[in-house]
């Protein structure tokens, strides 16, 4: 795993697919045994997409200790297990979802079914917490508004102090569009971009596939995350990204995701 070049923040760093999953799954399973050493729990918004799949299963199975050797990273603090894999913290986690299309659960296109096929299946007995999101809902603004609420009765909600309005995910993983849209906050959408009071928004029909509207966290949620993790492992995408993390395209949505007070990090093929 290469350090790319950067300037100041983010953190940025490039490998092949595998190598990719391998880190991000390592960064995860890491922050998560951080997180409920910190609160007791750990809150992760998933992204959707085909991207993250060798990503979730990677963390669906844990890993090895040479994994954090690889990727540079310190071991968890805690017991592996009995194949002596480190494993996510599930009965302490709580799973959000950073955007739904407005399919049924049981769609193909449903990003909820593909963290359910490849994150959550046979791990029904470890304990997690699952919010999805009802992209079901014929009405998605009336929908938008049951996650919101959602969101601030469970316990990343409850625990926000009297003057933060926005709820503090752990971490937050994002994917990056062709077209510089991250979670279903697309270029143009000027509403949904520019929303600061809501926590969740329903958008419209963007211009690329599945062309069905969408739910998905703010951009004030994303900004008071503790840790965004862009995960593009993409080299179709690798010199857009790169543009996005030496600021030269802060139009684009992916460009205005800026943690307040936490980190951001970048996971991307090379640029040829």
Known sequence: MTPAPRTNSPEHFTGTPEELAEQAAALIILEAHRSVRRHGFFSM????????????????QGLEREAFGHSGLPLPEA?????????????????????????P??????????????LFSGMEEKGMQIFR??????????????????????????????????????????GLGPDGHTASLFPGDRKALQERE????ATGVPPLEPRVR????????????????????????A????????????DLPA??????HGRTIWLTAPQP
């Open 239 to 250: 010199a857009l990204a790169a543009s996005i993390i030496l600021g030269k395209r802060p």
């Open 214 to 237: 969408r739910l998905s966290l703010s951009m004030p949620v994303l900004n008071h995350a503790r840790t965004v993790l862009f995960f593009s492992p993409s080299p179709e995408k």
């Open 105 to 118: 659960p049981e769609s193909l296109e449903s990003n909820y079914r593909m963290a359910r096929e490849t």
């Open 133 to 174: 999101m009802e992209g079901e809902d014929r009405v998605p603004e009336e929908a938008a508004k049951r996650y919101e609420a959602l969101l601030l009765n469970s316990p990343i909600g409850t625990e926000r102090k009297p003057e933060d309005r926005f709820p503090a995910l752990d971490l937050v993983l994002l």
């Open 45 to 60: 918004a998933l992204s959707g997409g085909s991207s993250p799949r060798p990503l979730y299963r990677l963390l669906r």
């Open 198 to 201: 809501r926590r969740v928004v």
């Open 79 to 103: 017991e592996p297990d009995a194949e002596g894999a480190f494993a996510m913290p599930w009965r302490n986690s709580l799973f959000f979802f950073g955007d739904e299309r407005c399919v």
């Open 255 to 260: 460009s205005m995701v800026r943690p307040e």
